[in-house]
Nanobody, 124 residues
Framework: HVQLVESGGGSVQAGGSLRLSCALSGYTSNLHCMAWFRRAPGKEREGFAQIDSDTSTSVIDSLKDRFTISQDNAKKTLFLQMNSLKPEDTAMYYC???????????????????WGQGTQVTVS
């Protein structure tokens, strides 16, 4: 069983930065793709950043200049560095992990097996 716990969310003024963390526990040796999703008010949850077991990363074009995904060497913690935050970044942020390698065709919910409960980010 795998558990994911996000932390680091909060309220920040526009232009500020936050660093989210996602701690993994349990049987993690067979996990490959790790990702961040977010759900803004009134919108569907969207995947926007992923990192694979070989440490290759991808972030959607609209966010790649401001958001960076990374993980620690033990692959037990996933990070999201968010800079130059905007009010439209306000959302619940979720981490997710997959038993499979990342797809290069997009970051979709059905690819991921385990999810965290989310951490709220509010930008004003």
């Amino acid at each position: 069983h795998v558990q994911l716990v996000e932390s680091g969310g909060g309220s920040v003024q526009a232009g500020g930065s936050l660093r989210l963390s996602c701690a993994l526990s349990g049987y993690t040796s067979n996990l490959h793709c790790m990702a961040w999703f977010r759900r803004a008010p009134g919108k569907e949850r969207e995947g926007f950043a992923q990192i694979d077991s070989d440490t290759s990363t991808s972030v959607i074009d609209s966010l790649k200049d401001r958001f960076t995904i990374s993980q620690d060497n033990a692959k037990k913690t996933l990070f999201l560095q968010m800079n130059s935050l905007k009010p439209e970044d306000t959302a619940m942020y979720y981490c997710a992990v997959s038993l499979s390698w990342c797809y290069d065709t997009g970051i979709t919910e059905n690819h991921f097996n385990y999810w965290g409960q989310g951490t709220q980010v509010t930008v004003s």
